[in-house]
């Protein structure tokens, strides 16, 4: 997730907006555990294994990448995700990178109904690499969020979806949400919305940011469905530095908004460990990242009832 902030002098500018993004009978009331949630080992061994010492925080053009581009590559093949170019991975060219490139993930499930039109799932695989001897292991950021994302594909290719899913896993949004950037301007599919994942790992409740066009379908949608925790947050508080993140321009959804797409943000919260070395998947309990993981599932769902109902 990107670094972006805004200073405790817009405090009281910030606080009616928290209130009237989410009712306090929603925060009191909403179910924080789905109930009988298997332990899903495999979201958390991918977790450990994408924030490994073998990965060394993931920076672009680094071996580190590469190491994880071929774990997230591996992983797809196994899962039964297809390709959605010739290969699994596409290069692509930024200043901000130069000599090298950065690389970006993609593959694909089918839908059943609407094969033309595509829900991109994304999340950005890179983080901050290594100072010296200190790695930046990005065990929240974002190894969980491209964690769930694998989970969804393998779950999308068991139970098909009614519309086309493209699994993105972005390079060098650390940088400026560059590897998002570069496939909108790249692609001219139907994409009918975007669904992004980041710091899903450790929040036991799980925020979401979404369009303005498609909001309130969204809420009654949530409202009206058991089981779930999802808390409406435009703005966050960074309790170790007094300031508050906007999830707006926070992540990779945000370049999809610039393209006109709709998005729905699925994050959690912003904790001591956000952007240090001491970002490591021992912070992890199963129990939570199972519950987050079957969020994320849920989410998909009311996601493609809401463009079932109301259309894109």
């Known amino acids: 997730?990107?670094?972006?902030?805004?200073?405790?002098?817009?405090?009281?500018?910030?606080?009616?907006?928290?209130?009237?993004?989410?009712?306090?009978?929603?925060?009191?009331?909403?179910?924080?555990?789905?109930?009988?949630?298997?332990?899903?080992?495999?979201?958390?061994?991918?977790?450990?294994?994408?924030?490994?010492?073998?990965?060394?925080?993931?920076?672009?053009?680094?071996?580190?990448?590469?190491?994880?581009?071929q774990y997230i590559t591996e992983r797809f093949i196994n899962i039964g995700a297809q390709p959605f170019y010739k290969g699994y991975t596409k290069p692509f060219a930024h200043r901000k990178l130069a000599p090298l490139k950065g690389v970006n993930l993609v593959a694909t499930v089918a839908g059943s109904v609407f094969p033309e039109q595509f829900i991109v799932v994304s999340a950005h695989y890179d983080h901050l690499g290594h100072r010296g001897s200190t790695i930046f292991y990005g065990a929240d950021d974002n190894a969980s969020g491209v964690a769930m994302m694998l989970d969804l594909a393998a779950h999308l290719t068991r139970n098909p979806p009614l519309y086309s899913v493209l699994f993105l896993a972005t390079d060098a949004e650390e940088k400026g949400l560059l590897g998002a950037s570069a496939f909108l301007q790249e692609n001219e599919i139907d994409i009918v919305l975007n669904l992004n994942l980041d710091m899903l790992g450790r929040s036991k409740r799980m925020y979401y940011l979404v369009s303005p066009d498609i909001r309130n379908k969204l809420r009654v949608s949530i409202e009206s469905?058991?089981?779930?925790?999802?808390?409406?947050?435009?703005?966050?508080?960074?309790?170790?530095?007094?300031?508050?993140?906007?999830?707006?321009?926070?992540?990779?959804?945000?370049?999809?908004?610039?393209?006109?797409?709709?998005?729905?943000?699925?994050?959690?919260?912003?904790h001591n460990d956000y952007h240090l070395s001491s970002d490591t998947s021992d912070k992890m309990r199963l129990a939570n990242v199972s519950n987050q993981n079957e969020h994320v599932r849920k989410m998909f769902g009311l996601i493609e009832d809401l463009l079932i109902k109301h259309g894109t």
Do not use: W
């Open 225 to 270: 469905s058991s089981n779930t925790c999802f808390v409406y947050r435009r703005r966050h508080k960074d309790r170790s530095s007094m300031r508050y993140v906007d999830y707006f321009k926070a992540s990779d959804h945000y370049a999809f908004h610039k393209a006109g797409i709709p998005y729905v943000f699925l994050s959690g919260a912003i």
């Open 1 to 69: 997730m990107l670094n972006l902030s805004i200073s405790l002098k817009h405090t009281l500018i910030v606080l009616p907006i928290l209130l009237s993004g989410c009712t306090s009978s929603k925060l009191t009331t909403c179910q924080e555990r789905i109930d009988n949630v298997k332990a899903n080992t495999q979201v958390l061994a991918d977790i450990v294994q994408l924030s490994s010492s073998e990965m060394s925080g993931r920076a672009p053009t680094t071996r580190g990448s590469l190491a994880a581009q």
